[in-house]
T-cell receptor, first 110, second 113 residues
Framework: EAQVTQNPRYLITVTGKKLTVTCSQN?????MSWYRQDPGLGLRQIYY???????DKGDVPEGYKVSRKEKRNFPLILESPSPNQTSLYFC?????????FGPGTRLTVL | GEDVEQSLFLSVREGDSSVINCTYT??????LYWYKQEPGAGLQLLTY?????DMKQDQRLTVLLNKKDKHLSLRIADTQTGDSAIYFC?????????????FGKGTTLSVSS
């Protein structure tokens, strides 16, 4: 089944404790991206990657890092999480005209 | 900069048609999308339309695009309670820096029986 998977689905952590949210797609898509969804703000793009070893900042990249060492994986790294990074995070991958989203990761930073 | 606007709420009765509207600012958009997000779930691609099309129909869904006015709408015929969700409009544009999808804030559709 073609899909985008994210792990973990839920995470509660404390300020400053590094964490990684994994994202994997099995559709051989070149383009992948990360979004955060916040009430009243909709979806905002954090980072995107056009292909392996090519990553670029989106609209809200501060406090986040990504890597794209292989086509299928695009992890989101929070080196020192802060409470304002409490949000719902979506990974997505795209080929041509269709973008597919993962199920979301709800992150709470205390 | 690029912006996508949607009304925040729409309430309809079961069996009626729903029309969700969206306006966008970037005239160089290549594709426009509608996504559906059910409670606690991710975003599901409903349909999309190429920017040189006026209309696209897919079963109960009709997308209308007025490129001159930069207005996009999604009509759901015979709305059911299962259509209750948040609907996001998104525009895609491509430039030298790459491609991006800009999302609206979402329209919450509430369907009452």
């Amino acid at each position: 089944e073609a899909q985008v998977t994210q792990n973990p689905r839920y995470l509660i952590t404390v300020t400053g404790k590094k964490l990684t949210v994994t994202c994997s797609q099995n559709m051989n898509h070149e383009y992948m991206s990360w979004y955060r969804q916040d009430p009243g703000l909709g979806l905002r793009q954090i980072y995107y990657s056009m292909n392996v070893e090519v990553t670029d900042k989106g609209d809200v990249p501060e406090g986040y890092k990504v890597s794209r060492k292989e086509k299928r994986n695009f992890p989101l790294i929070l080196e020192s999480p802060s409470p304002n990074q409490t949000s719902l995070y979506f990974c997505a991958s795209r080929q041509y005209n269709e973008q597919f989203f993962g199920p979301g990761t709800r992150l709470t930073v205390l | 900069g690029e912006d996508v606007e949607q009304s925040l709420f729409l309430s309809v009765r079961e069996g009626d048609s729903s029309v969700i509207n969206c306006t966008y600012t970037d005239s160089s958009s290549t594709y426009l999308y509608w996504y559906k997000q059910e409670p606690g779930a991710g975003l599901q691609l409903l349909t999309y339309i190429f920017s040189n099309m006026d209309m696209k129909q897919d079963q109960r869904l009709t997308v209308l695009l007025n490129k001159k006015d930069k207005h996009l709408s999604l009509r759901i015929a015979d709305t059911q309670t299962g259509d209750s969700a948040i609907y996001f409009c998104a525009e895609r544009f491509d430039n030298q820096a790459g491609t991006a999808l800009i999302f609206g804030k979402g329209t919450t559709l509430s369907v009452s029986s």
